[in-house]
């Protein structure tokens, strides 16, 4: 596609609701990055995968949050019994091998309730 | 682990007047600097990078500048216009977007005056 794109765009889950977010990157990106945004904060880090191989999952911040890219494309980021604190956009970026920039979707809106 | 400040948190500067926004790091491994620029309700959009072996590059109306040695790195957008309005975030990471994560600054609001 001309893009990454995200969806659903927003998303409003109870507490203890597991909720499921989706990533479709710009095609033949083999890296692809998840990052959080809390209101008026800058992008955090979650996790990283270049192809199907996640390299580093060092952000997620607990171990409700999972991360799966299974045939190197489509990527979903799940989180688990959700908490007034995993309020935020959830985004995706993609990048092309070898290249240092990369493209971010428009991210999904969690609010959790 | 990296920390990058960035300032200030908001700037509001006449049109055609410019803007400079700075940024500090702490990790002296960093060696790719982006900055990213966000309008309401989207994704974040690189405009400029710059890596550490050159101390300056410059897009049209947008420059960055690296110091290496003091850790710190600035934007600097010209000729300002209405468009330019939106949030700035800077960035660090050790080898580059497509290689590991980036470390961002928490944001700079531009304001441009009519």
């Known amino acids: 596609g001309a893009g990454v794109s995200q969806s659903p765009r927003y998303k409003v889950a109870k507490r203890g609701q597991d909720v499921a977010l989706r990533c479709d990157p710009i095609?033949?990106?083999?890296?692809l990055f998840w990052y959080q945004q809390a209101l008026g904060q800058g992008p955090e880090f979650l996790t990283y995968?270049?192809?199907?191989?996640?390299?580093?999952k060092s952000g997620l911040p607990s171990d409700r949050f999972f991360a799966e890219r299974p045939e190197g494309s489509v990527s979903t980021l799940k989180i688990q019994r959700t908490q007034q604190e995993d309020s935020a956009v959830y985004l995706c970026?993609?990048?092309?091998?070898?290249?240092?920039?990369?493209?971010f979707g428009s991210g999904t809106r969690l609010t959790v309730v | 682990g990296e920390n990058v400040e960035q300032h200030p948190s908001t700037l509001s500067v006449q049109e055609g007047d410019s803007a400079v926004i700075k940024c500090t790091y702490s990790d002296s491994a960093s060696n790719y600097f982006p900055w990213y620029k966000q309008e309401l309700g989207k994704g974040p959009q690189l405009i400029i990078d710059?890596?550490?072996?050159?101390g300056e590059k410059k897009d049209q109306r947008i420059a960055v500048t690296l110091n290496k040695t003091a850790k710190h790195f600035s934007l600097h957008i010209t000729e300002t216009q209405p468009e330019d309005s939106a949030v700035y975030f800077c960035a660090a990471s050790r080898r580059g977007g497509g290689a590991d994560g980036l470390t961002f600054g928490k944001g700079t609001h531009l304001i441009i005056q009519p």
């Open positions: 095609s033949g990106h083999v890296s």
């Open positions: 995968f270049q192809n199907e191989a996640q390299l580093d």
């Open positions: 710059i890596r550490s072996n050159v």
């Open positions: 970026a993609s990048s092309e091998q070898g290249s240092y920039g990369y493209t």
